[in-house]
């Protein structure tokens, strides 16, 4: 017989791409991991009723509505999950953490530093969730495992790319990502955000930056590269790109590290398979493992499918939800969260002015994030 | 205003590995593809009561049985699908075709050719669908496409390897592939059979083969390796291998094709990637061009996610299915049909009659069939 | 002060491709190993007077001579090489052997089996090298160490693939390669004698095979492509394949065995990797290691260069003459030697015979040929 | 019959891993290249009597000389080729230049900035050579030839690193590498300049840097890491990265550069391959091309081996003193001679700068040297 569990009404704001990553996981997530909550997809908020329509019977939301003011504070919601451009991310989520839900949000989760912070402030109370989706690449969990565990030793090196290719295309010069009032910034809020928040996820906390930001096409408002250099709390040093004029890469998230007594590398475009060199293997065999990261002993590669059968993008989201929800019953804290996020933004604005003061900036300390919550 | 589809009831017969990647395309094909139907879950079919309960609560089926007979006849049922051990594909099939179900089967279809026959002789009027799945990667379906334009010539070279490396894993040791009453046969049917249906549909026919069939377990009852030449009736030679024992690699399902124009290669556990190599590049940058697989231009991938987002093992069983589906509305055939595991079978009967008396095999040819039909 | 060594005087039949990688050899050797003798390049001997003076000047030479038979007998002459079309390789051999010269010379050794037998049996009382060159590819000989310290465990597969392309290129069509008077044989003897040489270094006696020639080609006189199966004395199962038909190959030579243990994977377009896979690896870290087989810990290479710094392909060479000085001057077995040049051309036999006959051929047992000794 | 050429006489200083890469290539180069002089090995000279004998026996050295100062004026020498620690090539270039030698040198050319300008204007008459060797392996050279044909169109990003990982290895703790007084600096002169070189060669001139040193050894004299981000004067922005605690890592010699119209990937740990991306290809087959090259149409290859038939390191060598030779006997500029490696220590100077005052940096233009010329 099956265990009664409790529902959970959603409510998502958005219904584009991101709506569609996420509407996927509230489906997947109860099929491929057992999740203590019974989602119910009670409405999609968007701004033209004939296409959030056809997304609601696509994906199957309950309701209908255009106007998330009406949404967020509606007693039959319990989660708020936003994923809309990003000048909306704090109102709405501010106004659904006023009125107790709990809320789930795109990265970069605010336009700024000050406006992440507000955001972290008033959702003080209730449970959050940032889609730092990448972290739970298995491959990526299993990386974490490995650096936690000490293989990689003390880390000498991080090195971080996300590159992609799109930034010159002219079909896709309209889009609000190159809009700074709607984007706040270009490629650092939408790529770099997810190597920062890898960065800091895998190898702690980064104390200083000195970076350039160039904008290729004329007029545009926002950053269509960010190259950096950082030194982080550990003692390793670092580089950082995230580009939209990386021809040849769609989608090259990748990130490596060298230990003193192993490395690490990964690469989004191919994300089952992490390569990790351990310095212990005798030394006539040394060199990266090419590891398939679909079990057996891997991170949640057994609730997927088989060994030798690989996953893909949508899984991450899938993954994410599933341990926020398993955090959620035992009331632990999850991470990515709205904290987390606000650590991001910190590095993010040293990033900023780092590029336009031509100097090495501190990143400011999370200390200051918890005094102020005293 | 959406449009009025017709509802589609379906029947799940297993509960197995295959039965959570069909049900996972039953709910899937409708959120990435536009079908023509609304697929109703109705009934899944298994032995063991408790175990198909819990499958029916997490994978969403109405009602559960544990008679695959009462089902394959009842009038709220118009498919059924199997995805049970295969000895059981032919009495189910054969029945639920006698009742005017549509009938989609996972391979091998059939415990010998033979079998196979009688199974498309008797589902002879009702649409079939045979789980090739591996056809549906977006990579093979570009590969399709750029054999069908010529941009690999004339075809000398086919090699194909499916290599697993579970077989003498004690764990498994019980599973009922290794029982050949159950099986009919060990690679053969399980792996073999993926490469021949993807050697037809790329390379066409079969003429003729020599085969070697190994067991490496003693006692085992069925086949742990097979390898195999083969001519083909286009005139292009090639070799395969599927097995159990390939130490280092969970599910290398590879593939390769050389022509007189260019070549291509594939691989499973990297099935977002296709090879292509290109003799009109200009001869200084000749070499294989690695091309990702996620759009622009690809086939099914503007279904899923954005270029360069990958996707995995379950999208092949989704875009097989959103494929038969639009066939059926249209009234169109089908492939991989019933018939086209025929043709597998004829190749398989060929290389186990090869092994077993150490010479050349024709591979008996579809006229056969044909002409029984009329 | 320098050790005396004595001095070895070389002569040479052949000034095209491989009298350069022998004449480089015999000048590098002594830079990167310690080698026991002082090498004299006495005698180049090639058909045109012109080119083979334009050859002597560039790769030091003393003398040059366009009769062979006047060479191979003259005192001073220690070792005579031979690099001409395989037709000559027998009389060239022959007659040297019987001057009590030390015989160096290309694969394919002969025509065919009894040539090669023949050849082996004049030459039983000097020492001899075949110029199998890939077994001293340093990640090669690796590939033996590993196979020989049990790393592979039981072997299961064994999988050879030597690809080319270039026979259809108009430009070469009139090579001595496709003239069967000229060279027996077509990839059979060039490269699939290579691969053959490989496995039974790697992988032990071939008991029998099953095999298919092509020739794609109207009227050639040779072989383009050759497959074929093989059961290993060891137990274990393989294929090879040889063709130069593979578009989009330059010189795939490559190979892998699958063991109990551990599997092992290589490709001479890429000669300084070996991957090598260990079952005895963490699970969650189990995957190919990407070997850079340029030491530390590895065969040969501290000769070279420093770890990470690669060798190409005149390196097989050196170290093969390398290694047969050290053997003559200790008067051990150097291999490959003319009988292990025999025991590949059993195969070949074999190989042909059953392409004819279109049936599995045993190779027959070096025993034969020992007996024959007596 | 042979033409006359004019005689070369050579004075290496050095017989360390420098002198063995060079003494290779002045016997080599002859026999790959149709080089215009006689090179005669005069006279090796190092601080070790015993050592350098032992060198010049088996390098083929007429003569060892323990004293440098003896050796650069000599009548009997033409070209003076200086292999040992960076603290002594300017005495000794500048010595020699005066003396009317050509004068061929290790990079860094110089410890610092001003010393590389005094040994370019006292070597202003003389021909110069600099080995940054890795200009002329053909991959890069091929990549130098598409991008002055336009392939890459308007560059956007470089993206170079240098990535060793022998740097904690208590063994070779004591190298003259690690010694300020000898070396000048760590990976800035040893590694960092061949990446800069590369980039002048491929990218153009660099305006300014922003730049990090690391040392993670305690009390090391020289920098272990250095990262940097540079603005060049194209208008594109790239980062460097050089370091010797790249666990996983023997010798990555890695760069991409990504424009408008394509991208190239180079890695020297695989120095055969180019890996090329031309958005001029069909959008369906757009992906890397892996290109093998060994030729046909590709830079010096030719001079090698066939197609397919790797070269190794050594060959770099070779390819940059046969382009020398040809220089010299047309009396045109060769690069990378003094005056280049100038410029690569301008952005040395700026990187070191940068570090040291943690801000952005110019680099200060060539035009200095030259109206210091005039």
Redesign the interface.
Known sequence: M?KQVPKLNLAMIGSG?MGR?H??AF?QA??FFDIPYELRLRIVCGRKPETV??FA???GWEEVQTDWQSVVTRKDVDVVDIGVPNHLHAAIAIEAAKAGKIVLCEKPLAMNLPEAKRMAEAARKVPTLVWFNYRRVPAIA?AK??VDEG?IGKP??Y?A?Y????G?DPERAGVWRFRKADAGSGVMGDLLSHSLDLALLLNGKIAEV???L?T?VPNREVDD?V???A?FANGS???F?A?R????????NAFEI??????IRFNL????RL?????S????????????V?G???PYVGR????????????TFIATLADFLECLARQGTFHANFDDAVEVHQVLEAVENSARS???RNVSTTADRTSSVA
């Open positions: 099956a791409f990553a509407s996927n489906h109860g099929r329509e056809d019977r696509r994906w299993l495992q490995l293989k000498y090196h090195r790319t590159l992609q290719s799109w010159g000195s970076s350039l160039e290729f590269a190259v950096l250099l030194r040093i670092g580089s790109e580009t004029f990386a021809t040849g890469c769609r989608n090259r060298h230990g003193s007594q192993g490395a475009e191919d994300l089952n390569e990790v060199f351990e310095r293997d005798a030394t006539e065999v040394q060199g990266s493992h090419n590891v398939l679909t057996p002993g891997h997927f499918w088989p060994p030798g059968h690989i996953v893909g993008y949508e899984h031509k100097s090495w």
